[in-house]
């Protein structure tokens, strides 16, 4: 079915978006953090990291990738379930893994490896699932 | 502990923040293409949505509840555990959304959750 299969393709150009926008962003926070700190969770603390976060240009290109996470966060949301977005969306793990390999030189175990390759499957079986099951939106027939 | 409570701020916040949009979004309807334009005019209509505006809050405090754990811990142990949420999310768009989730997608979630277990285990 022609409309089923656009929803299909469109869905998935929108997860791949989100999950690039949200891998960048989040190893660009990670590395903005390192900078600063450890955060002490105390009222004078939380402040100081508050203030030190909001004044980093790191920082802040990483939550310009996040908006872009979000902005295709919620137009995705506008035609196809939560329940299929969310775990679709897993399949970053696989690209922040290398990611955190090649960029942030973190050592990743075999175990820490079956389990990417378990949560691509499990992926892979959602994403064999209708995106919408719930009504169509008034707006989606335009 | 305290990573305990953070991630469970995470979770939490980050799963009721998303219910929330995802309502807002659906009543939004979807944008009539996927250009620019027509983006902008969707987020104009969904920024004037109250779930939106209730989603944003519990989102925010997740993000920062997020900044924090990542101060913490290296951020291949952070942003797997977090997704814990994704077996407190299926929950809520069943019964919440009244989404249809399907055997085929429980078993997905199911092994999501044991990737993320092994993964976070490290």
Redesign the interface.
């Known amino acids: 079915m022609a409309s089923e299969r656009r929803l299909r393709i469109k869905t998935l150009i929108m997860v791949l978006a989100m999950v690039v926008c949200a891998n960048v962003g989040d190893l660009l926070l990670k590395h903005g953090m390192s900078h600063i700190g450890a955060v002490v969770l105390t009222g004078h603390g939380i402040v100081q990291a508050f203030r030190l976060t909001v004044t980093n240009g790191i920082i802040w290109t990483g939550i310009f990738f996040l908006l872009g996470f979000m902005v295709s966060y919620m137009t995705v949301l506008s035609w196809a379930d939560y329940s299929y977005v969310m775990p679709a969306g897993a399949f970053g793990y696989a690209v922040l893994t290398f990611l955190a390999v090649i960029f942030l030189h973190e050592s990743v175990s075999p175990r820490r490896w079956i389990g990417v390759v378990l949560i691509c499957v499990g992926v892979l079986l959602v994403g064999q699932t209708k995106p919408r099951t719930t009504g169509v939106p008034s707006e989606a027939v335009a | 502990m305290?990573v305990i409570l953070a991630l469970a701020v995470l979770v939490l916040g980050s799963t009721g923040g998303?219910?929330a949009?995802?309502h807002g979004?659906?009543?939004?309807?979807?944008?009539?293409k996927?250009r620019p334009r027509a983006?902008l005019q969707?987020?104009a209509r969904?920024v004037c949505n109250g779930w939106f505006w209730m989603g944003l809050p519990l989102m925010a405090l997740s993000?920062y509840s997020?900044?924090?754990l990542?101060?913490?811990e290296?951020?291949?142990l952070v942003?797997?555990t977090s997704?814990l949420?994704?077996v407190v999310?299926?929950f809520?768009?069943?019964y919440i959304?009244?989404?249809?989730?399907?055997v085929?997608?429980w078993?997905?979630?199911?092994?999501?959750?044991?990737?993320?277990?092994?993964?976070?285990?490290?």
């Not at chain 2, 979004?25 to 009539?32: D, I, L, N």
């Not at chain 2, 078993?107 to 490290?122: D, E």
């Open positions: 305290r998303e219910i949009i995802t979004m659906k009543a939004t309807g979807e944008p009539a996927l983006l969707f987020l969904a993000f997020l900044l924090i990542l101060s913490w290296p951020i291949s942003i797997p997704a949420s994704y999310g299926t809520g768009g069943k959304l009244g989404e249809d989730v399907s085929a997608r078993v997905g979630v199911v092994l999501v959750c044991a990737g993320v277990a092994l993964v976070a285990a490290g």
